[in-house]
């Protein structure tokens, strides 16, 4: 048995066990957007900004999506750079105010350590403008360390709905040699977006709502055209 494949079976398993309520709660709150048309923003830094970028676009996904997308919070720019950058207060408002966020919107905020400026500004951000907040984060991890933003508050202690993505301290579900590896926060923060997304479109399905899925466009037959229109005024990155 492959130690990564079975450590992230146990970690699915607990997301599940461990956020019963929270995963109804955030798979209600995107049912409602998609009922009333109004739009999901993700944003998250450094590996984070990944787990954003899987609900953006892609075959299968909701067209009401924008991630928030910003080149000085990736890893592109530089690891390092990215890195710094994330703990600086004051730059999650720039990154705000170039986006059309409106009442009505949602917002999903992805932090594994969940102390770092930008995640905690862009949710008091939010908290501000009454836009519901969804955060995945590692209770774990965030709870073991101060916060690094002067309001000494963390992403969990701001958000509406806290799901704990349930990785252990420092990133890592086993030990090699006496080292963490096994990086898990990016492939649970996916799992549960899938999750949350999809239980959600099922809600809005039963309730007769036409859904705004993207078709893959490797396979003919199928054009998103008229979703590109709908959406491309709302959407920053479409």
Same mark, same amino acid.
């Given at each position: 048995?492959?130690?990564? &494949?079975?450590? *992230? ?20 709150? +995107?049912? !409602? ?5 109004? +739009?999901?923003?993700? &944003? ?13 676009? #892609? ?11 910003? *080149? ?14 994330? #703990?600086? !207060?004051? &730059? ?20 594994? *350590?969940? #102390? ?40 969990? !202690?701001?958000?509406? +709905? ?28 996916? &799992? ?33 055209? !008229? ?6 005024? #709302?959407?920053?990155?479409?």
């Amino acid at each position: 048995m492959y130690t990564y &494949f079975k450590e *992230s079976k146990k970690i699915f398993e607990k997301i599940i066990k461990t956020n019963k309520t929270s995963i109804k709660k955030a798979s209600d709150l +995107i049912s !409602e957007c998609i009922l009333k048309d109004t +739009i999901i923003h993700a &944003f998250g830094t450094g590996h984070s900004h990944m787990v954003g970028l899987e609900l953006f676009i #892609r075959a299968g996904g909701l067209a009401n999506v924008n991630a928030m997308l910003d *080149s000085t919070t990736m890893t592109s720019e530089g690891a390092q750079r990215s890195a710094e950058i994330e #703990r600086i !207060e004051g &730059f999650s408002k720039v990154i705000w105010d170039q986006h059309k966020i409106n009442k009505g919107d949602i917002i999903i905020i992805i932090s594994n *350590s969940g #102390r770092n400026a930008m995640p905690i500004e862009m949710a008091m951000i939010a908290k501000k403008n009454k836009i519901p907040i969804i955060a995945i984060t590692s209770m774990q991890q965030t709870k073991k360390y101060p916060s690094r933003h002067s309001s000494e508050k963390k992403l969990y !202690e701001i958000a509406d +709905i806290v799901i704990d993505n349930c990785v252990p301290s420092g990133d890592g579900m086993f030990q090699i040699s006496g080292s963490q590896t096994g990086a898990a926060s990016s492939i649970s923060g996916i &799992f549960i977006v899938n999750l949350i997304s999809t239980e959600a479109m099922q809600i809005a399905d039963k309730k007769g709502c036409k859904l705004p899925l993207y078709h893959s466009q490797n396979i003919d037959g199928y054009s998103n055209e !008229e979703l590109y229109k709908k959406y491309g005024d #709302r959407v920053k990155h479409m």
